[in-house]
């Protein structure tokens, strides 16, 4: 395949998906495999299907064709061909191979930052109180909450909280994990804290998805960057070479340029 | 078991019916309009008043919204004329317990309304050199009844349900009638069906009208 | 006079006992009703979710004194015979029911869509999202608008007295029927009344502190 960097089997697999809201195609035919331990960075304009597409991959979005799998499973459908949805348990099971961080935290106000993490490990992974509870201080303490296990959602800054997010679905070791505009609802001054926490697990070797408007960020800390403009793949590649203010790319130029203009 | 229907002595006595619906909106009516008066005057009185003035309106309101309505109604209709020499029919009393009923809900709907008025309209009224009177008239006044309108259709609804208790004091209006024609040919699943399909219809009917009413009168601001 | 009233305190005693019986019952039951319906109402299949919005507008769109006629007069007319304070209480849950119903559709409506992907996303089943993460913070919204609604269970009570039930309201025309001393006992019995649910209405505005620990 084309899109593909390496020799080694796809992690991720999402092989010609399509979807549209009514009449609107928001996905069309979009192709992409991702390989252990990468970072893939998914950018491009408002509308053009970045958030669809990492929403599909945990099936918090149906789609209408193609198929998605993860270590050669499919994700929503019993198999691509008869489009049988999985049963409920079946679908839970094949999210809690992913972990997702959301834009708008999604914290669960009613229980504690520890709480929030100790959940799917003791529900999905069937641990121990105890132990839940150790591997939440662990996650708290990498992503520096150790002092914050105990307090509420509401008791945290945007940036913790948003750190609490992350901890909680790397907590469930997922095979990926995927980051949709983890930053865009933060005070400016709090992005730093959170994309340090992102860079130090992408050294760790996590295999990561994300969609971002950070595009410093985009290109320090991707393996590489997909361009998406109206629901498909427009462009692909490593950083430096989607990036390059010199693309022949139309669509990318004039993205890249109207960026520049109103962040640099 | 093996009941059957027969709606034919129901349409023979529909007059009962019918006209009882039609005194229940007119109950309903006029106890509303009553009620918006009482309502405003002491929410207009209270925002601007002092404790002692404040604290009866309060004990007002609380009062009235923790006693049974159908208490109100005994009391008003049986109670009242044995210590004040005062003689009024059955539907009168109703309208005047009613009245004093709604009142002190619509007390509270007006003064949270006046208070949701914001500042700046009070400043700007303030700054073209309208005077307090001339404010709470042409800036606090229609705004409030704006933001309130909504809670008002709710409180006419809930008025027209609440004409029911009237039967009690042998007022004729829609559950009297039902009664009436439950007692006279004892068809009584049919009676309620009738009765009940009324209520339903005219207060469906009077919700919707009264939220095209609420749009309109957003859309012409 | 006094002599009259205070003679006739027990009794009024024993209606006042009968009307706390009659709420709590109300009460209880259509918590139990209401919260199922409401959950059916909001997660059901589309038939159920259809029959729980008919029967909520329905109940809702007429005077709960139609309903008491209606269930008191009708359910013997197609053979099914209930106690008078049965009957009653069946009415008076039917339509508390309702009510109940929509306060949960409304603590269930305002959680954000965000919770339960956050909870599909690390893994949690449809029962363990609803156990684990939704229902304990729908509870919270729950609970005030329903604890407020404890008082209208109290007031809506003293229409059973219609049916022959010696409540409170009912003992109090009892005595009046006896003794001709209508004011007072109005009067006693109005704050009777108001005294239980103004102390209902303070419980509940404390609890309703105790659980707004929540910000939006």
Sequence with gaps: MATSSSNSPALLEIAEVSKSFGPVAVLRSVSLQVTKGEVVTIIGPSGSGKTTLLRCVNFLESYDSGSIRIDGKEVGYRDSGTRQRRSERDLAAMRAETGMVFQSFNLFPHLTAAGNIM??????????????????????????????????????????????????????????????EITSALDPELVGEVLAVVKSLAEDGMTMVMVTHEMAFARDASSRIVFMADGGVSAVGPPKEVLAAETTNERLRTFLARFRASHF | MGYTLNFNLIWRHFDKLWGGL?????????????????????????????????????????????????????????????????????????????????????????????????RGQLDAGKAIGLTPWQRLIHV?????????????????????????????????????????????????????????????????????????????????? | MLSQILYALPFLAEGFALTLWVSLLVVVLSLIAGVLLGVGLVYGPAPLRWSVRIFS??????????LMFFVYYGLPAVGLHLQSFWAAVLALTLFKTAQVV???????????????????????????????????????????????????AVKGSALVSLLGITDLMQAINQVIGRTYEAMPLYILGAVIYFAVNYALSYASRRLERRFAFIRD
Excluded: C
């Design chain 3, 57 to 66: 507008d329905t109940i809702r769109g007429i005077p709960i004194l139609v």
């Design chain 2, 140 to 221: 606090r006044l229609p705004t409030m009844l704006r933001i309130t309108l909504p809670a008002l259709s709710n409180t006419f609804i809930s008025l027209f349900k609440d004409t029911s208790i009237a039967s009690v004091i042998s007022v004729p209006e829609l559950t009297y009638g039902a009664q009436w024609i439950n007692f006279n040919t004892f068809r009584i699943v049919e009676v309620y069906l009738v009765t009940t399909a009324m209520y339903l219809v005219t207060g469906y009917a009077l919700l919707f009208a009264l939220r095209l009413v609420e749009r309109r009168f957003r859309a012409a601001r």
């Design chain 1, 119 to 180: 959940l799917g490990l003791t529900k999905v992974r069937g641990k121990s109180n105890a132990e839940a509870r150790s591997i939440a201080e662990h996650w708290l303490g990498r992503v520096g909450l150790a002092h914050k296990a105990d307090s509420l959602p509401a008791e945290l800054s945007g940036g913790q909280q948003q750190r609490v997010g992350i901890a909680r679905a790397v907590a469930m070791e997922p095979k990926i994990l995927l980051l949709d």
């Design chain 3, 102 to 152: 929509e306060y949960v559709r409304g603590a269930v409506a305002s959680i954000p869509k965000g919770q339960s992907e956050a909870a599909m996303a690390i893994g949690l089943t449809f029962r363990q999202r609803l156990t684990s993460v939704i229902f304990p913070q729908a509870f919270r919204r729950f609970l005030p608008p329903w604890i407020n609604g404890v008082t209208d």
């Design chain 2, 22 to 118: 039609l005194l229940s909106l007119e109950l309903a009516v006029i106890s509303i309009a009553i009620g918006i008066v009482i309502g405003l005057v002491l929410a207009v009185w209270y925002v601007s008043a002092g404790r002692v003035v404040r604290t009866i309106i309060a004990a007002y309101v609380e009062f009235i919204r923790n006693v049974p309505l159908i208490l109100l109604v005994y009391l008003v209709f049986y109670g009242v004329p044995t210590v004040i020499d005062l003689a009024y029919s059955a539907p009168t009393s109703f309208v005047v317990t009613l009245s004093v009923y709604s009142g002190a809900y619509l007390v509270e709907v007006f003064r949270s309304g006046l208070e949701a008025v914001p």
